[in-house]
């Protein structure tokens, strides 16, 4: 039998420079995403129903545009594509961290720094990625090609995690400290995202050794004597290309369902969720409890895994440290905290970086078998997860009021807040094993199949299912109003109950080429 690896070994080192290069610029990302919606409606006091076109239309470009860079990449190369986008999402978020105030010329200058930021996310994210890929090309790290995607998306969710807490700690210090007001506080938390493109590029610029070989320059590769690579038979491009399409038509739903994190579930926990927790109930709301739990993850895995007495001892002595400091915080948890909506969405990526081991050490174990599923059975498969995230929110509005009723009575000083915050909690948790199931196994798809001339046209391709996907999150807006819960709930399991089904439909097809 094979010698057990664990999912740190035997990557290239590029891996852990690129990776932490977007956890940089997905942490500013994620800090911005996670008050915009609440800052569309503070701010300039739109609708939720305009306020979700906005937002979905602004995810929809940032992920549509990957197309455009992956475009611009294949010709001009990947890592200058990649530079040239940070330092215009810089200028984006520069601009947007201008108190403008909230007239109409505020408003063009929010979304002129929309524009910027869509923009050069479309010319790094993708690009970023497809240089990821193309580390696993090299023989000898091929097979590790789908746990390197799972350590990469790992990376991504670190800076989604402590996006939320940083965007709500640093409005409350800008509000009680400096005076602002709490929609003037909005422009300090999209400043932070200024500041983590600055540690991005420079820890790109920093490790860029480790991954030069891959950033794509055609001409800098044919005087280095790197051969390009070999082409494939026009059959097995469109073979390729027509798995690729319909693994994207699938996706779309996916992202339409999940992307709700940041509109119709902030929404629910805005106007329905309990404001307040108290005593021990307060502990999820703290990041760093949940950044104990997450060393505890890691260190019961190297207990295990590791080679040597040594490396056991320091893992268990980890886990001793955390499990002390959550005994400390359980003693401590004696008051209540107010529990301000962005705060939820630190739960997925909390989930992503705890489970990432768990979920490759469970395929690690079936691969072992040879019974590891497909990376397309593997994106259906979360298709079913996601839809099961939905029937559960079906479940926790049962007897609530429509959005309508309850922000009428929210208005009227007469609402109460019915609905648990474990209910999102354990929501997020179900979205989360869907999304480990279908996203980082569908880039890892991509890079593997994508025909390599067209790799970061493909890679765009991707971004582009996500984008439509996004377009569609405004759903969530539009349909929050006068319908019931349930409905609105239904509707985003229904469709991703159906792109499994689908998916299944065509597997024979998608595993031909996978």
């Known amino acids: 039998m094979p010698r057990h690896t664990t999912m740190f070994e035997n990557q290239p080192k590029g891996l852990y420079a690129l990776a932490l290069a977007n956890t940089g610029e997905r942490f500013g990302y994620y800090t911005m995403i996670a008050v915009f919606a609440l800052f569309l409606g503070e701010n300039f006091g739109l609708s939720e129903s305009v306020s979700g076109i906005i937002y979905g239309s602004f995810l929809g470009l940032v992920y549509f545009l990957p197309l455009v860079g992956g475009i611009l990449a294949d010709k001009f190369g990947f890592g200058k594509m990649v530079t040239i ?54 023989p000898q790290y091929a097979t590790r090609r789908d746990s390197g995607f799972s350590i990469f998306y790992m990376a991504i969710n670190i800076g989604a995690l402590f996006a939320p807490t940083a965007a709500v700690s640093i409005m409350k210090w800008a509000q009680e400290s400096l005076g602002f007001s709490h929609a003037d506080s909005y422009h300090f938390a999209f400043a932070v995202a200024c500041a983590s493109l600055i540690l991005s590029i420079a820890i ?156 490759m050490a469970i395929f690690g174990a079936l691969a072992a078998k040879g019974k590891e599923p497909k990376a397309p059975r593997k994106i259906a498969y979360g298709m079913i997860v996601a839809a099961a995230a939905f029937c559960l929110m079906i479940f926790a509005s049962q007897g609530l009021l429509t959005p309508n009723e309850q922000k009428a009575a929210i208005e009227a000083g007469t609402a109460t807040y019915p609905a648990s915050p474990y209910w999102l909690i354990s929501v997020y948790l179900v979205l989360t094993f869907g999304e480990l199931l279908l996203s980082p196994m569908g880039i890892s798809f991509v890079s593997k199949v994508a025909p390599p001339k067209y790799k970061g046209m493909m890679m765009g391709g991707w971004f582009v299912a996500t984008a439509i996907g996004n377009l569609l999150v405004s759903v969530g807006g539009i349909l929050w109003g006068g319908l019931s819960l349930t409905t609105v709930w239904l509707v ?21 080429v996978a």
């Open 85 to 138: 986008g940070i330092l215009i999402m810089f200028f984006g978020y520069l601009l947007l961290a201008v108190p403008l105030g909230g007239g109409g010329f505020a408003l063009a200058g929010m979304f002129a720094a929309l524009l910027l930021i869509s923009f050069g996310t479309g010319l790094f994210k993708g690009n970023l990625q497809v240089m990821v890929g193309n580390l696993y090309d090299d």
């Open 204 to 359: 790109y610029y920093a490790f860029r050794s480790t991954f030069r070989h891959v950033e794509g320059d055609k001409k800098k590769d044919a005087a280095a004597g790197i051969a390009p690579a070999e082409e494939l038979t026009p059959e097995e491009t469109r073979q390729r290309i027509t798995a690729l399409i319909l693994v994207f038509a699938v996706v779309i739903f996916f992202w339409m369902a999940f992307h709700q994190n940041g509109l119709s579930l902030t929404y629910f926990a805005n106007q329905f969720t309990q404001k307040t927790a108290e005593g021990v109930h307060t502990m999820p709301f703290n990041v760093w409890n949940l950044v104990a739990i997450i060393f505890i993850v890691y260190g019961l895995f190297s207990v295990f895994q590791s080679k040597t007495g040594k490396g056991k001892s320091i893992a268990a002595l980890v886990i001793v440290a955390a499990c002390a400091f959550l005994g400390y915080q359980y003693s401590q948890a004696t008051g209540s905290v107010d529990i301000s909506a962005p705060i939820f969405q630190q739960f997925n990526p909390f989930y992503v970086v705890a489970l990432t081991p768990v979920s």
């Open 492 to 512: 985003f399991a229904g469709l991703c109950l159906l792109s499994a089904l689908f998916m299944f439909a065509m597997m024979k097809r998608l595993e031909k």
